[in-house]
């Protein structure tokens, strides 16, 4: 299994739309895979359940914010698997080529989880305080781990909000891979930047102060690369101010996958209202149809990666 | 700068010539005093000149001494010392994916080519804290 972390330091950058086509092609082709969102913004929940249904039958207790909770209030919390749901929409098309598609749903109140989690840091010396750091940013990863041993997922996708905070780091620290999207423009390439310090910076932290703990294994996510999205094309390759920064981000060393999302509000602009991810649609050959079979090269290029 | 009378000479011949090529209407603005009058130099092309475009391998002798400093001004300094003109910066800052914008003068694309290849690699460095200064 396969567990990979989805995320960007700048917002907008279209990390939803990556996330959900990835998954639903994968499925298509007859993967297992879960999804875990854990921003609190939680679109990528509302681009496979409708609010009203999130709302009546997930909000109070299947959600990873009922997860997280568990663990501010001091308890063990249960194994991810009680809080995974199956989504209809999307999975009334890729069961049919046997694969299936899992959630765990987000919950607008998980930016509060945040503050409870900080509130179990710290400790009355340095070894204590080290020893909660493990502790309480480590336990995504365990939980995970034992989702591997016990399940039949081919990928696991955590959706990453766009910062750093202790929700986000259990996430960093619960993958093996990380996957960027990015637009080609100033300020989605300095988050990359950004990217790279915060994960280097939290690997080394955690490495750290496992040594204190026996039962702690070293982490060491790798970053798999960054995907262009949102890309405009003309004749045939993306526009002059777009490709400066695509040059120049891999002028800088950092490692990108040649397929790309192209912008097309036509069509991304309602998918997550129909609750299915653009790339199970089938278009008329056209502009909607090569939309389609870009996204459906970046998952190989992507999967040939992992 | 001029040193000489011979050297004062030169120059008001030259402005004569420029003179004479003008076209009956703009001597007549230049007798009107609601215009302003501005003398440009515009460097000529010499036939020994290096070809427009400059060659390939040169393009890419730039881009790799782009690539060994390691300061906007160390670049500047660079650019200006190959003292390539507009036309010969354009190659280089296609092979950077650079867009090209007709009004662009000379100086405009250098800054461009410095951020592109310099200036990238700064703000990298800086915020991923790798920067020495």
């Not at chain 1, 300020?187 to 790279?196: N, Q």
Request: glycine residues 4%; charged residues 25%; hydrophobic residues 40%.
């Amino acid at each position: 299994m396969d567990i990979v972390a989805v995320i960007n330091y700048k917002g907008g950058v279209g990390k939803t739309t990556v996330t959900s086509n990835v998954a639903a092609e994968l499925a298509f082709r007859g993967k297992k895979v879960l999804l875990i969102d854990t921003d609190a913004q939680a679109s990528l929940t509302f681009s496979f359940i409708t609010p009203d249904k999130w709302d009546k039958d997930y909000k109070d207790s299947m959600t990873i914010k009922s997860w997280f909770d568990a663990i501010s209030q001091g308890s063990e919390p249960p194994p991810l698997a009680d809080f995974v749901i199956t989504p209809a929409a999307a999975n009334s098309v890729v069961k049919l080529h046997g694969g299936r598609i899992d959630l765990i749903c987000s919950h607008l109140g998980l930016i509060n989880v945040d503050l409870e989690l900080a509130t179990l840091l710290g400790g009355a010396n340095l070894n204590q305080s080290k020893k909660n750091y493990i502790k309480v940013h480590g336990k995504l990863r365990a939980a995970v781990a034992h989702l591997a041993a016990t399940s039949d997922y081919d990928l696991v996708l955590i959706d990453c909000p766009p910062n750093f905070n202790i929700v986000t780091k259990n996430a960093i620290l619960a993958s093996e891979k990380i996957l960027i999207p990015a637009k080609p423009d100033f300020l989605s390439t300095l988050g990359i930047d950004y990217l790279h310090r915060s994960v280097k910076e939290l690997v080394n932290d955690f490495n750290e102060y496992a040594e204190l703990d026996k039962n702690t294994e070293p982490v060491d996510p790798q970053i798999l690369g960054v995907v262009f999205t949102m890309i405009q094309i003309t004749s045939g390759k993306p526009i002059a101010a777009q490709r400066q920064f695509i040059s120049q981000t891999k002028r800088l060393g950092v490692n990108t996958f040649t397929e790309y999302f192209r912008e097309n509000k036509t069509i991304f602009a309602d998918a997550p209202q129909n609750l299915r991810p653009v790339v199970l649609n089938r278009y008329s050959p056209g502009t909607h149809s090569d939309v389609v079979k870009e996204i459906e090269k970046f998952v190989t290029e992507f999967s040939a990666a992992l | 700068m001029i040193k000489t009378e011979k050297d004062l000479v030169a120059v008001i011949r030259r402005l004569a010539e420029a003179l004479e090529s003008l076209s009956g209407e703009d001597l007549s603005k230049l007798c009107d005093p609601a215009y302003t009058l501005e003398i440009k130099a515009t460097r000529r092309r010499s036939k020994d000149a290096p070809p427009v475009g400059h060659s390939a391998v040169s393009v890419e002798q730039i881009l790799d001494q782009l690539a060994s400093v390691s300061t906007r001004d160390e670049a500047q300094s660079l650019l200006d010392l190959s003292a390539l003109s507009k036309k010969q910066l354009e190659p280089i800052a296609r092979k950077l994916d650079i867009p090209i914008v007709k009004i662009d003068k000379a100086e405009a694309l250098r800054d461009k080519i410095v951020e592109a290849t310099v200036g990238a690699r700064i703000r990298s460095q800086t915020i991923q804290g790798t920067r020495t200064s």
